[in-house]
Nanobody, 128 residues
Framework: QVQLMESGGGLVQAGGSLTLSCAAS????????MGWYRQAPGKQRELVAT???????NYADSVKGRLTISRDNAKNTVFLQMNSLKVEDTAVYYC??????????????????????WGQGTLVTVSS
């Protein structure tokens, strides 16, 4: 199965910066959209940012101008550069990807299934 592994979370003071990374591994035929969600204590999971294979991005209003999503298609990796962090950015950040997971391949005869894959989450804590 395709898996996502996040890294880069931690503790930072307000105004500081962090960069999250998320690498996909496993039987990947193709990766489509990738992105980040977050869930703060006592709140529902919310969209942070998404990026297509063509690098078209979409951001939540609350993070525009401070967080930047990017991806390295050759390495099946998505990044989230977080600047000017606020206390309210404290949350568990989850990476996700829309993946065509390879089932079998015999020359030009390729079989795959489209799945949505989620990472295990990485905690970002912003202190005042």
């Amino acid at each position: 199965q395709v898996q996502l592994m996040e890294s880069g979370g931690g503790l930072v003071q307000a105004g500081g910066s962090l960069t999250l990374s998320c690498a996909a591994s496993g039987p990947i035929f193709n990766i489509h959209a990738m992105g980040w969600y977050r869930q703060a204590p006592g709140k529902q999971r919310e969209l942070v940012a998404t990026i297509t294979t063509g690098a078209i991005t979409n951001y939540a209003d609350s993070v525009k101008g401070r967080l930047t999503i990017s991806r390295d298609n050759a390495k099946n990796t998505v990044f989230l550069q977080m600047n000017s962090l606020k206390v309210e950015d404290t949350a568990v950040y989850y990476c996700y990807a829309d993946v065509s997971e390879l089932i079998s391949s015999d020359g030009d005869d390729v079989h795959y299934k489209d799945v949505e894959v989620w990472g295990q989450g990485t905690l970002v804590t912003v202190s005042s």
